[in-house]
């Protein structure tokens, strides 16, 4: 059986893109049920749309009166994820920290992409990071969410070397390319259920 995805996203959706590619030409064996994103005009909401895959706005601004906006707003995109059958959570590009609240409706069942060779460079502008740190040698991470960011055990990971003269859009169009391959393949192994999570580390069953 597919695996039932939902993605959430605040930006232009390139992974988005990548994962739904993945799908249509075979390499991934999931559906995305539906796209949920934090900002109005994500660029990714129209990709979706255009495949004709269900999206959704939440405003963050509705939530503003409330005790525990940000777990009050996660219960609410939770429970949208949950009425659309998902099974696995995709956060790409969603630039957003996710609460406990929940990650704890998914176990296990939710992962994100970083663009950098994590435990380095956690956070925003992680490319900028590395160039700033003066490292050789970047990457991407996808790695399962839990309650620290950027903190979960890592899933799979891809190198890209930094040249000098790099810039933060040089290095980032590198990152985002392997990106777009990596996302999809950690997604299939989760379709397979061959991830095994055994404290920080992820085995990969064969
Ligand atoms: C990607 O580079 C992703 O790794 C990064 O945002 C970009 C989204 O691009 N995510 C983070 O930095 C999360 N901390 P996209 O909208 O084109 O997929």
């Not at 959704?56 to 949208?80: C, H, S, W």
Request: charged fraction near 20%; include cysteine; hydrophobic fraction near 40%.
């Amino acid at each position: 059986m597919a695996l039932a995805l939902g993605v959430l996203i605040s930006g232009r959706g390139s992974n988005l893109l990548a994962i739904l590619d993945a799908i249509q030409d075979g390499r991934l064996d999931a559906n995305v049920n539906i796209v949920i994103s934090n900002k109005e005009n994500a660029g990714g909401l129209e990709l979706a749309k255009e495949r004709g895959i269900q999206t959704k706005f939440i405003d963050p601004k509705t939530f503003a009166q409330e005790n525990n906006r940000r777990e009050a707003y996660d219960l609410v995109v939770g429970k949208m994820l949950q009425e659309h059958g998902v099974e696995c959570v995709v956060l790409a590009g969603y630039m957003r920290i996710v609460t406990p609240a929940l990650i704890r409706m998914f176990p296990s069942k939710m992962v994100n992409i970083h663009p950098s060779l994590l435990p380095s460079f956690p956070g925003l502008d992680a490319q900028r990071q590395a160039l700033e740190w003066g490292a050789k040698v970047s990457g991407c991470s996808v790695h399962f969410v839990t309650e620290g960011v950027d903190e979960g055990p890592i899933i799979c990971q891809k190198p890209v070397v930094i040249n000098q003269g790099d810039t933060v859009e040089t290095l980032s169009e590198r990152i985002l390319e392997q990106e777009h391959r990596l996302y999809p393949e950690a997604l299939q192994l989760m379709a397979q259920e061959r991830l095994q999570v055994d404290g920080r580390t992820v085995r990969i069953l064969h």
